[in-house]
């Protein structure tokens, strides 16, 4: 019985773990539509940012928000230059996020060098619930995550502002016959997919040691997490795609190694994808 | 000559106008000058070509299936990191074969099962375009991790050793591969062959069913072509490709470790082809060569930088050059061309 | 004569909206017939459950005496049904011939007649000239009568054109009435044909079927049709077309 709780009490803590580190994703890929192979590196770029601020002796939350929204600033930059110019084209956004990847990973060996980093744990210890031991400051993640994701649903879905955002972009035409302004709208969602990457990737830093690698692991799981849940479901979509996700790696890991597990997964996650190409819940 | 100016010469063969001299003129000097070169050069680069020849092998696999049938596979190297596995565990074999023969044989088979099983179930559901880019993904890492976690059979991490074949003949006798020039004049007539094959397809009936897929995938189903079909057709035979240089590279190289089938390799690959020019076989060939080799020179160099140029002039390619190198030189000899007339 | 699409209670429902409803139909060999009505009448939806590219809710589909209600697109455009989309839809990147040539390696012609096939096809549409042009060169309706070119070079012995005249001229437009004629005539051809243009219907002189809400209206000649009552109110009532 008590190892049933841990590893669920371990499932949560990984699904909403994993539910940060795909909502930034989720929110460029489901609202805007562009395949956002640079993820992964938006993610090592916030891991990084916070890196450089707490070394340099800022305290760690400051420090993460500078890091959000550094990787903001670069997303907005990649938006502007690059991107608004092939909302249409998914493919081609595909591979010039991928580019972005490529080009930013080597920024930062240049800049980082390839050392591993250590951003050191705000929270460290462990919080005891009898029989559980629930590590602290991944426990103040799970819940940070759970509260931005249900607060930022709360933003798209219930405020004006929110439903604007959607009306807008789910009818550009209409919209842009209206006069409004949907390339400030873009930008805007672009922005802050970025920052909340870059956030999430600050936030994971001091788990996990940070080289200019760090963010690829979550791509494909934030790939798999959006599809799995559904492209465009915020809420619902992220965590119930984190929970298959993150939870069946979970489970999985306790029968054999870590990575193969991986592979176990990705490959449900193909047969989901195939089966249910609009998401676990719905019949396409 | 020394090694840099060979390479001139081979890039300003390859931008010869393509309509005065057709692609197969162009292939033609080009593997002549390649099948020459040992006579002006020796030592490092003489070793190490065939390996980069592989690796044009392997670009040009997924030009077949990018350029011409307009769909994006970032794990190609994949199907390389199998196909040099599979040598390897050839060679380890005693059927009293020549073990090499086998890896040759099996090889393309695997990798074009591989495929070919991926690809039904893929695309017989009509998965979007975009979903396969990150199944490939996917598969890329997975191929990987399978590498490394099931190391009693690959090793692991440290990777696998290939003893280096010969050639066999029966009763008539063996050639040992052993040293340089005899396993650049064994692989050169398979990569030349591998060439012919793919590009016959490429012209045939069969290729410009691809073609019309990628033109206008709804008008082909309404004409009656089973697409999806096609696809898989497609994605197989650009995995045997793959698998089959893979074997060889790993019989060359003699050691195969995981990264070779992951995700930096593969989409490595992606940029090179989108460098050169994804509709041209040859010119994804060559790029495979080109940029593989400079790669390797540059990166003893400048690692860092050189991977920031590729991926700078990446974005420029997509951006503003979508048909590569090959495509400018087209449209530029096009463009000539209406101008003399 | 012979009977040679059927359909026996073809319904199709979208989400709250019956989009057909209960449609008896038939074609015989070597016929043409003009479906027309009013826009949201089901026109289109008809013509795509006949191609395959919509499944009915309820109804059969029968095809030379064969139940083809299950089979997919491509199935049927191999046994001979095929479709001429409202948007021209073919290939704008590759040149005319290239096109027609597609078209003829979808059928078992053998290589050494390939050429010939595709040259007699681009006579038939008046595409011999310039078919060496990439098809984003051509007019919209040299277009429209490329998408028709294809599907004779593929065979089709039930052709369903989707507005084959939208966007054409008044000459264009009695080019296609022509090419219709001849082309049903001389190789026993059917065709389905949705249309709005009144003119282009009353030259082909052609049976008529009037949809209206999802339900065949009715059936006759083009005289019967719109001297009919109904007919004229449903029109008038929704606007001109």
């Known amino acids: ?284 | 000559m020394t090694e840099h100016s060979e390479k001139q010469w081979i890039e300003s063969a390859a931008a010869k106008p393509r309509n005065i001299f057709s692609e197969e003129i162009v292939a033609v000097i080009i593997f002549i000058i390649i099948a020459l070169l040992p006579i002006f050069i020796t030592g490092y680069p003489i070793y190490i070509l065939p390996q980069y020849m592989l690796f044009g092998v392997l670009a040009m696999s997924l030009a077949l299936l990018w350029g011409f049938v307009g769909i994006l596979s970032f794990g190609q190297a994949a199907f390389f990191a199998v196909g040099a596995y599979t040598m390897g565990l050839a060679m380890q074999t005693n059927f009293g074969v020549n073990s090499g023969y086998i890896g040759i044989l099996i090889s393309p088979l695997v990798g074009g099962a591989l495929a070919a099983i991926t690809g039904y179930f893929l695309f017989n559901a009509g998965v979007k375009a975009t979903y396969f880019v990150l199944v490939t993904l996917a598969l890329s890492i997975m191929i990987e991790q399978i590498a490394v976690s099931q190391s009693d059979i690959t090793g692991g991490w440290n990777g696998m050793y290939i003893d280096r074949m010969s050639l066999t003949f029966g009763s008539l006798g063996e050639i040992s591969l052993y040293n340089d020039i005899p396993v650049y004049y064994a692989i050169l007539p398979v990569v030349i062959a591998m060439y012919a094959f793919v590009r016959w397809f490429a012209t045939s009936r069969f290729g410009k069913i691809l073609i019309g897929i990628r033109e206008n995938e709804d008008r082909m189903t309404a004409l009656g072509f089973n697409i999806s079909a096609y696809k898989t057709g497609a994605f197989a035979l650009s995995g045997a490709i793959a698998c089959l240089a893979g074997a060889l590279y790993g019989a060359h190289a003699n050691f195969v470790a995981p990264s070779l089938g992951g995700v930096l390799f593969s989409t490595e690959v992606v940029v090179w082809v989108a460098i050169a020019g994804r509709s041209s076989l040859l010119a994804a060939l060559l790029g495979g060569i080109i940029v593989a080799s400079l790669s390797n020179y540059l990166s003893t160099v400048t690692p860092n930088y050189w991977q920031l140029v590729l991926g700078i002039i990446f974005i420029l390619v997509i951006v503003f050059l979508k048909g590569g190198v090959a495509g400018a030189i087209s449209d530029l000899s096009k463009h000539l061309q209406s101008k003399i007339k | 004569m012979s009977s040679l699409l059927r359909t026996e209670g073809l319904t199709k429902r979208f989400a709250g909206l019956i989009a057909n409803e209960a449609i008896d139909f038939e074609l015989d060999t070597s016929s043409i017939r003009c479906v027309i009505g009013p826009n949201g009448a089901g026109k289109t939806t008809f013509i795509s459950m006949i191609s395959g590219h919509l499944q009915p809710n309820e109804g059969r589909i029968y095809y030379k005496n064969q139940d083809i209600t299950k089979l997919n697109v491509f199935k049927r455009a191999r046994i001979g049904i095929a479709r001429k989309f409202q948007t021209p839809t073919v290939f704008d990147e590759l040149t005319v011939y290239d096109n027609i040539e597609l078209a003829v390696l979808g059928t078992d012609c053998p290589y050494n007649d390939r050429n010939k096939n595709i040259n007699e096809v681009l006579e038939l549409v008046h595409l011999t000239n310039g078919s060496d042009k990439p098809v984003k060169f051509l007019s919209h309706g040299q277009r429209q009568w490329l998408e028709i070119g294809l599907l004779l070079a593929v065979k089709a012995e039930l052709l369903l054109l989707d507005e084959p005249t939208a966007g054409m001229t008044v000459e264009e437009t009695e080019s296609t009435a022509r090419l219709i004629k001849n082309l049903t005539q001389e190789f026993q051809l059917s065709m389905i044909i949705i249309e709005h243009d009144i003119n282009f219907i009353r030259d082909l002189n052609a049976p008529v079927t009037v949809l209206h809400l999802g339900r065949v209206l009715m059936e006759g000649s083009f005289e019967q049709v719109s001297a009919n009552e109904k007919v004229r109110e449903i029109y008038l009532g929704h606007g001109n077309s």
């Open chain 1, 1 to 284: 019985m008590e190892t049933i709780i841990s590893v669920l009490v371990d499932a949560t803590l990984i699904t909403l773990v994993l539910a940060l580190a795909a909502f930034g994703l989720a929110i460029i890929y489901g609202l805007v539509g562009v395949i956002n192979m640079g993820h992964g590196a938006m993610l090592t770029l916030g891991a990084y940012f916070t890196w450089a601020t707490t070394t340099a002796g800022v305290p760690f939350i400051l420090a993460v928000v500078l890091a959000a929204l550094g990787v903001a600033i670069v997303g907005l930059l990649l938006e502007h230059i690059i991107i608004r110019h092939f909302y249409d084209k998914p493919f081609d956004t595909l591979l010039l996020t991928w580019a972005f990847f490529l080009i930013m990973t080597e920024v930062i060996k240049i800049v980082f060098g390839t050392d591993f980093r250590n951003v050191s744990n705000p929270l460290p210890g462990a919080i005891d619930f009898g029989t559980i031991k629930i590590p602290a400051y991944k426990g103040a993640i799970a819940i940070f995550s759970l509260l931005l994701i249900g607060a930022t649903a709360f933003v798209f879905y219930k405020t004006n502002l929110g439903i604007k955002i959607r009306a807008l972009i789910q009818n550009r035409e209409a919209a842009s016959l209206l006069g409004l302004n949907i390339s400030r709208t873009y930008k805007f969602v672009f922005c802050i997919g970025s920052g909340i990457a870059g956030l999430a990737g600050g936030l994971i830093s001091p788990m996990l040691s940070v080289d200019p690698y760090i963010g690829n692991v979550y791509l494909i799981r934030s790939f798999f997490v959006v599809i799995v849940g559904g492209v465009g479901q915020l809420l619902g979509g992220t965590l119930i795609g984190s929970f298959f996700i993150g939870g069946a790696e979970t489970i999985f890991a306790l029968f054999s190694k870590q990575v193969f597990a991986q592979s176990i997964v990705f490959l449900l996650a193909i047969v989901i994808l195939r089966y249910r190409p609009a998401g676990i819940l719905k019949k396409s």
